[in-house]
């Protein structure tokens, strides 16, 4: 299948990158959830530089024009020196497991530890806080795409039966 036209990026992007992030959050995966957020986060970078969908080495700048490009403020303060993309994207999706540097937590933040804060070097991050700004995040990049405001990029993508 051949992911070309504005409806189906859209489409795309609310099923297969929103929807994964959400139904591992429903189905109490915290650690899946922030993982599976840490990849759809570069997949919607892919969206916004002017390589090929399937670049290589591509990883970290993508992750990084995303959060500076779609989330809120505090998100490209979180990850000066790429700190996000190494303590969450990188190092759970390779090792499957937090750094000692982060602390995942389900739920909102909490009044003496807010999401994105750090305490003696460990950054916490909310599941719930976070979703909400990656859904933030993924509706500003479909509106741009339904305002024709990014030049899509065609996705090959096998099927997927459920």
Same mark, same amino acid.
């Given at each position: 299948?051949? @992911? %070309?036209?504005?409806?189906?990026?859209?489409?795309?992007?609310?099923?297969?990158?929103?929807?994964?992030?959400?139904?591992?959050?429903?189905?109490?995966?915290?650690?899946?959830?922030? &993982?599976?957020?840490?990849?759809?986060?570069?997949?919607?970078? %892919? /969206?916004?530089?002017? +390589?090929? &969908?399937?670049?290589?080495?591509?990883?970290?700048?993508?992750?990084?024009?995303? @959060?500076?490009?779609?989330?809120?403020?505090?998100?490209?303060?979180?990850?000066?020196?790429?700190?996000? /993309? /190494?303590?969450?994207?990188?190092?759970?999706?390779?090792?499957?497991?937090?750094?000692?540097?982060?602390?995942?937590?389900?739920?909102?933040?909490? +009044?003496?530890?807010?999401?994105? /804060?750090?305490?003696?070097?460990? &950054?916490?991050?909310?599941?719930?806080?976070?979703? %909400?700004?990656?859904?933030?995040?993924?509706?500003?990049?479909?509106?741009?795409? %339904?305002?024709?405001?990014?030049?899509?990029?065609? @996705?090959?993508?096998?099927?997927?039966?459920?």
């Amino acid at each position: 299948m051949l @992911i %070309s036209s504005s409806e189906q990026h859209i489409e795309f992007l609310e099923k297969q990158v929103l929807g994964s992030v959400k139904k591992t959050f429903d189905d109490n995966q915290l650690l899946f959830g922030f &993982m599976v957020m840490g990849q759809a986060i570069e997949i919607m970078g %892919s /969206y916004l530089d002017d +390589k090929p &969908m399937r670049a290589k080495q591509q990883s970290l700048k993508r992750f990084s024009i995303a @959060i500076n490009r779609l989330f809120p403020k505090s998100y490209r303060d979180a990850n000066q020196s790429s700190f996000l /993309y /190494y303590q969450l994207r990188a190092c759970m999706t390779h090792m499957f497991v937090p750094t000692a540097r982060l602390s995942l937590n389900a739920g909102r933040q909490t +009044k003496e530890k807010p999401h994105l /804060y750090v305490k003696e070097g460990v &950054m916490y991050l909310y599941s719930e806080d976070f979703l %909400s700004d990656f859904t933030s995040a993924v509706q500003n990049l479909q509106n741009r795409i %339904s305002a024709g405001k990014l030049k899509l990029k065609n @996705i090959s993508s096998g099927e997927i039966n459920s």
